[in-house]
């Protein structure tokens, strides 16, 4: 009998019980056609776009930080960006409104340029980007670590920067270690709800007007905004659930490719 | 001309080495005797403590590896995702040196480099072939060379090749060797042993 075997997989479904009951009922005895109205896909849309948008500016803003992290050795970098994650995320969105607030000269200049986080797809975005780095980071970071560093050596050798020797020798070959870094990142954003549920409760901007981020529209359905909401909320949660999963999935295969 | 003096530490290893000379130096310990960590040191990956490295007169301990000149060729020093052409001439499309036809032919030929394809998918011997040549395309002023002739099966034959096309575009050659005998294809030997190294005429 093999007990580490045993017991990490009895610990790995206690961990996906909810989840699997969740499906069950979701899909099963409380799905409500409330649970999947243009609205609820609507917003399942809204989440997707923005995490994928706030993917991408992960990836094109901190895979430098990143690799930088991983080749040089500045602990002071390196303990900043945990900042973020050790805070309750509604304070980052209460932070962003502060930030962007009329009351604010930061949000006075912001506000003069047509910069506006409040109820807009961009304060959603910029609440996500915030939200996902540190985990891209904290993705990509080991990835770096573990390549051989003798093809960077050689370029730096050859005259490259660091940031040229980054864009011309090390991404062509961290393709399947920025997807999978991307796609964490993207599953971290999808699945945010406290700074969201701030700065952004619902966007007004085209082509989303009216519509919140999925996380909200779940809470919203849960809190009663309809009669019968929490069979809508279940329906709703499960249909999310099935939307995440292949991202994760995704992620994962990517980065078994990636060793 | 190469005028290196250098201690330098790597854990519990110590360095205090001294070379000096043009042409071609080979530097000879067994392993573990702190060849790698020598050439490290020259090439910048390893923080100095005390001393310099000058190359041709000009002193570029406190420059970044980049600006050194100085090019360190290991058996891993290739682009696994470009063809042997590309890779051959990356170094002076960067510095954005012309690149002449006639100079890439003849390293070629004269380093027996008569394959193409994806550098990632070659041999090792192959590979060591292109990261040589590469370095030496690009003109530095030193090419620091760890273990890179170890797969050639005309390893002799390559050295004495690749010292003369480094003459003739007056690149400086270190490299590193487990076989004190290798003295006989270079214009200088050092023997280094626990990090020390000595000089041998």
């Known amino acids: 009998m093999n007990w580490l075997r045993a017991v990490s997989i009895a610990a790995v479904v206690l961990l996906l019980i909810p989840i699997a009951v969740l499906l069950y009922y979701g899909l099963g005895p409380f799905r409500s056609p409330a649970g999947y109205t243009t609205a609820v896909f609507r917003s399942i849309e809204l ?3 923005a995490s994928a948008v706030a993917a991408l500016i992960d990836f094109a803003l901190f895979t430098p930080v990143a690799y930088y992290l991983a080749r040089g050795n500045d602990a002071i970098v390196e303990s900043l960006i945990d900042i973020p994650v050790g805070i309750p995320h509604p304070i980052i969105g209460v932070a962003l409104l502060i930030l962007d607030s009329p009351l604010t000269p930061t949000g006075q200049f912001l506000l003069f340029l047509g910069i506006n986080f409040f109820n807009t797809i961009l304060g959603l975005v910029v609440a996500l980007v915030i939200m996902s780095a540190p985990i891209y980071i904290k993705a990509m970071q080991p990835f770096f670590e573990s390549r051989d560093a003798s093809a960077e050596e050689f370029a730096m050798g050859l005259g490259a920067s660091r940031m040229r020797t980054l864009v ?12 999978s870094a991307s796609l964490v990142a993207m599953s971290r954003a999808l699945g945010e709800f406290g700074s969201i549920s701030i700065i952004a409760f619902y966007v007004l901007q085209y082509p989303f007007y009216g519509v919140s981020p999925a996380s909200v529209t ?16 279940v329906t709703a949660s499960a249909a999310m659930i099935l939307v995440a999963l292949p991202i994760t999935v995704a992620g994962h295969f990517f980065r078994r490719r990636s060793r | 001309m190469i005028e290196v003096r250098v201690r330098a530490h790597a854990g519990h290893f110590r ?8 042409g071609v130096t080979c530097v000879a310990g067994r392993n573990g005797a702190g060849k790698t960590t020598l050439l490290r040191a020259m090439a910048g990956f390893l923080k100095i403590d005390e001393g310099h490295v000058i190359v041709g007169g000009l002193d570029v301990t406190r420059l970044p590896v980049e600006k050194k000149g100085v090019v360190l060729v290991t058996p891993s020093s290739t682009f696994q995702h470009l063809d042997v052409d590309s890779h051959l001439v990356w170094g002076r499309k960067l510095a954005g040196k012309q690149i002449l036809e006639d100079q890439v032919s003849k390293a070629k030929s004269e380093l027996g480099i008569d394959f193409g394809g994806r550098v990632g998918k070659l041999s090792l011997g192959m590979r060591e072939r292109v990261s040589l040549a590469t370095a030496l395309l690009t003109e530095p002023k030193v090419i620091l060379v760890d273990e890179a002739f170890a797969s050639l099966h005309d390893r ?23 076989d004190a005998s290798d003295g006989k294809l270079a214009d200088h030997l050092y023997l280094i042993d626990e990090g020390v190294t000595t000089r041998n005429n």
């Open chain 1, 47 to 49: 989440s997707i776009v």
């Open chain 1, 168 to 179: 011309s020798i090390v991404l062509p070959d961290s393709v399947s270690g920025v997807v």
């Open chain 1, 218 to 233: 779940i809470f919203q359905l849960f809190n009663g905004a309809i009669p019968g909401g929490l069979n809508a909320a």
């Open chain 2, 15 to 22: 360095l205090a080495a001294e070379v000096n000379g043009s």
């Open chain 2, 156 to 178: 002799e034959e390559f050295i004495t090749a690749y010292s003369r096309l480094l003459v003739g575009a007056r690149i400086d050659l270190v490299f590193s060797s487990q």
